[in-house]
């Protein structure tokens, strides 16, 4: 499938859904939009599914794993080896987004796109590697076209099976030391920005270290010279493997039709490429946290978007979804399980829209 095909069988948000979600909604027993952004997700899932009650009982984080060649560049104070590391512990329930996802009962779906190291995928990592890392784009292009496709449709794949499999929410993860390298390389270029506005200190570098990481990321750019008008050929030239899987996942989630949930700086890069490849995919995401990284607030003002929490998180991997998942869940249930005020004594006309008043 190609990914103009693609594209083409991505349709807007169910309108009669919306309008019958926003009734019922209104007529709950409570004053009209005093559950504030649980209503609002509560109808932007009905316009999703085309259903007013709706279940978030199944939810999964897709992690996807890669290396990236720019770590040689010398942007990370992280050792390479971090990543295959990490990527065999996310299964062992010992990371942050490991620990988080267990208590909201979320399963994560671990990918190896990229992993710079051979893998016992017995461990429960998904393969679907397409080389060993990406190459150093401080000298040329990350990936090939076929590559990037090949990244991009193993996202979109996933939310297609995932979708099969009963999961009604999906999260965004990934792990790859020096992406946020790559995420702020992608931002900038995407916005149009000054690399200064979107490059941060990432994993703890000091100011030396940033000094030299935003040189970096200038000499990415200046040697690809990516069309900011082609999202794909952006992420192709100066992104990695794991950009480029997660934004097959946002895209996927519109096609297919399931809410997906943005984490950090990294997926936020991918979400902004989806968005810009296209504007309606946009509906179908859901912000989690506000991420301390730079290029995060660059890249959600670029897209309009509210992120619900603000707790000064920068660790990635998909740590942000758990929470968020948590909030979707319960604007669901508040539909399913409150009544009405017709099933009630009390007279609805003595409320007022409080939403006005803002």
């Known amino acids: 499938m190609e990914i103009s095909d693609i594209l083409k069988g991505i349709k807007p948000l169910y309108d009669d859904a919306l309008i019958k979600a926003k009734k019922y909604n209104d007529n709950l027993i409570k004053p009209i939009g ?41 942007v990370s104070t992280s050792p390479r080896e971090v990543t295959k590391i990490q990527a065999l512990n996310f299964n062992k329930g010992i990371t942050g987004v490991a620990v988080l996802a267990k ?35 401080a000298k040329g292009e990350a990936m090939t076209e076929s590559q990037f496709k090949e990244a991009f449709m193993a996202g979109f794949e996933m939310v297609g099976q995932l979708k099969k499999e009963g999961y009604n929410i999906i999260g965004t993860g990934e792990m790859g030391i020096s992406n946020t390298t790559t995420s702020e390389a992608v931002i900038t270029v995407l916005c149009g920005c000054n690399v200064e506005d979107t490059v941060g200190k990432g994993a703890g570098l000091t100011d030396e270290g940033y000094k030299h990481k935003i040189s970096v990321v200038k000499k990415i750019i200046d040697v690809n010279k990516p069309n ?131």
């Open 34 to 74: 005093s559950l504030g952004r649980l209503e609002e997700l509560a109808i932007q899932f009905s316009g999703i599914t085309g259903e007013i009650f709706n279940s978030m009982d199944k939810k999964a984080i897709i992690i996807m794993c890669a290396d990236n060649g720019v770590y040689y560049e010398g």
């Open 103 to 137: 208590q909201g009962n979320i399963d994560l779906k671990v990918v190896d796109l990229g992993i710079d190291a051979d893998i016992d995928y017995n461990e429960g990592i998904i393969n679907k590697k397409i080389a060993y890392g990406t190459k150093n784009c």
């Open 228 to 358: 900011k008008l082609n999202p794909c050929e952006v992420i192709q030239k100066v992104g990695g493997f794991d950009i480029a899987g997660l934004m097959g996942v946002f895209i996927g989630g519109a096609y297919f039709r399931v809410p997906i949930v943005i984490d950090g700086v990294i997926s936020i890069a991918a979400a902004l490429a989806a968005y810009k490849l296209c504007p309606i995919s946009k509906d179908f995401m859901i912000p989690s946290h506000i991420s301390f990284e730079k290029g995060y607030g660059i890249a959600s003002k670029e897209m309009g978007l509210r992120p619900i929490f603000d707790l000064d998180m920068r660790l990635g991997e998909g740590s942000g979804c758990p929470f968020t998942m948590y909030i979707a869940e319960s604007a669901v249930r508040i539909v399913r399980e409150m009544v009405l005020f017709d099933d009630t004594e009390i007279d609805k006309s003595k409320y007022i829209d409080i939403r006005e008043e803002k």
